[in-house]
């Protein structure tokens, strides 16, 4: 029988691809499929791929190649299905130069996924096409999903994005603002707790737009209070906000919410009002700065987290200097950036001129210079406080545990390395831990029981 065969999945790129996979993982385990991480035990893989940006592609392309050379003769593997966003993109492509995949699904067809393996080993070859379609759906969403996490698990609350910023290919590739019912939110946020999971943190491309299509409103602050009435939560975070959805009731739910993790991650993308304006943005330097201002003066204690972009079409060096300039005056306590990178089907593709790469790696490399600065100036500060600490993993050489306070989220912010000597760790503990010594990117400490006489 199909059943019998072995599906590994393999889920690249953002944090909301992954909750895609896992739901996809449910449907087919709901159906009768065996799972495997072990690609050479593997019947058929499932590569959920990003392709995002032109690293983002590399990777998916990379990764395909990768698996490719476990496929027979050479191995057991039959069948590679290629999912999300690389093949919303460019599935034509896929199939004239990757002959090893057998079949793509689009974004809208997450659903479908165990159809199409079982048409796979039932020998009936599929049209390319037949499983593409305008992007984006909700379909697929499991309120009782697997999760693959083991110290906090994501919760989906919406798909795709309307904001329509001129660099993004994400409306092409995941479609327009979806906002899942609420009740559907609450329900799959209960499982979780019923798992164990006493962190979670909400996904999505805007969670500050939540609702909107939905309820006619925007409903962060609602939904949060809501969460934060299933026993076994115990803190929420809060990613991917955008600072014109920061609302008085959303500032108000966070600070006065306890279990609400006073941490936001907010892409401002630039901080130059010309080079906004060409971005498509709604902020402007002096919305930012001022809602900046009112968060940390209701919330004095909260984290803020960024992302911008050098290198737009037409950046020029002043404009560049005013984004130093207003870095320095935001002082984000953690910043990622990112050299533009042109997407075929965006306003930014025909925009001219390009700033060449030399300057704009040169300006990459001034941007993290900068907040290395402000972020060593943070971690300086933490030094010889206590912190709760989530423990994530343990490191390679098994020497510390590495963890997270509420000021970090998982894989994109520094690492806690925990030393514990008095009693072993498990994954998911949460213990006070004293900061002893940091780096820009690093926070070493010791738990409380180290002092204990």
């Not at 949060?224 to 920061?246: D, F, P, Q, T, W």
């Not at 390395?417 to 780096?439: A, F, H, M, N």
Request: net charge negative.
């Amino acid at each position: 029988m199909s059943k019998d065969r072995y599906i590994s999945m393999i889920s690249l790129g953002c944090s909301k691809n992954l909750v895609d996979t896992e739901c996809m993982t449910t449907i087919l385990m709901n159906d009768g499929y065996k799972m495997t991480d072990d690609i050479t035990k593997a019947d058929c893989v499932i590569i959920n791929t990003c392709g995002f940006i032109e690293s983002a592609k590399k990777e998916a392309i990379d990764t395909i190649l990768e698996v490719a050379s476990y496929k027979k003769p050479q191995g057991k593997l039959s069948y590679i299905v290629v999912a999300g966003c690389l093949s919303q993109r460019y599935p034509e492509q896929i199939k004239k130069s990757l002959p090893e995949v057998d079949a793509v699904i689009g974004t809208a067809h997450y659903q479908d996924i165990s159809k199409v393996v079982g048409s796979l080993f039932s020998k009936d070859r599929l049209e390319w096409m037949s499983y593409m379609d305008k992007p984006g759906s909700l379909s697929h969403m499991q309120t009782e999903r697997v999760v693959t996490t083991k110290s906090y698990a994501w919760l989906k609350i919406a798909e795709g994005c309307s904001n329509g910023c001129a660099f993004c290919a994400i409306p092409g590739i995941r479609g327009k603002y979806i906002s899942r019912k609420m009740e559907d939110i609450l329900e799959e946020a209960k499982h979780l707790a019923a798992l164990g999971f006493k962190e979670i943190i909400l996904a999505a491309q805007d969670t500050t737009n939540y609702g909107k299509d939905l309820y006619g409103k925007k409903c962060l602050s609602e939904l949060l209070s809501k969460l934060s009435c299933i026993e076994g939560i115990e803190s929420i975070r809060i990613m991917y906000a955008y600072i014109n959805g920061i609302t008085d009731d959303l500032i108000n739910e966070i600070a006065t919410n306890p279990k609400v993790l006073h941490y936001l991650d907010i892409p401002v993308q630039h901080g130059d009002d010309e080079i906004l304006k060409k971005m498509r943005r709604k902020d402007t330097v002096s919305s930012i700065t001022k809602t900046l201002d009112k968060l940390r003066s209701a919330v004095p204690d909260i984290v803020i987290r960024s992302t911008v972009m050098v290198g737009f079409p037409g950046e020029k060096q002043a404009q560049f200097e005013n984004l130093l300039k207003n870095l320095q005056k935001w002082k984000f306590q953690c910043l990622g950036c990112f050299i533009y990178s042109p997407e075929e089907n965006t306003l930014g593709f025909n925009m001219h001129p390009r700033v060449h790469k030399d300057v704009s790696e040169r300006r990459y490399a001034r941007v993290m210079e900068l907040q290395q600065e402000i972020s060593l100036h943070y971690n300086e500060q933490r030094i010889g406080k206590f912190y709760k600490v989530t423990i994530d993993s343990i490191s390679d050489d098994g020497i510390f545990y590495m963890g997270r306070s509420y000021m970090e989220a998982p894989e994109i912010d520094p690492v806690i390395y925990v030393v514990s000597t008095e009693r072993p760790l498990q994954i998911g503990d949460i213990v006070s831990v004293k900061i002893v010594d940091c780096t820009p990117y690093e926070l070493t400490g010791v738990t409380e029981d180290e002092f204990a006489e």
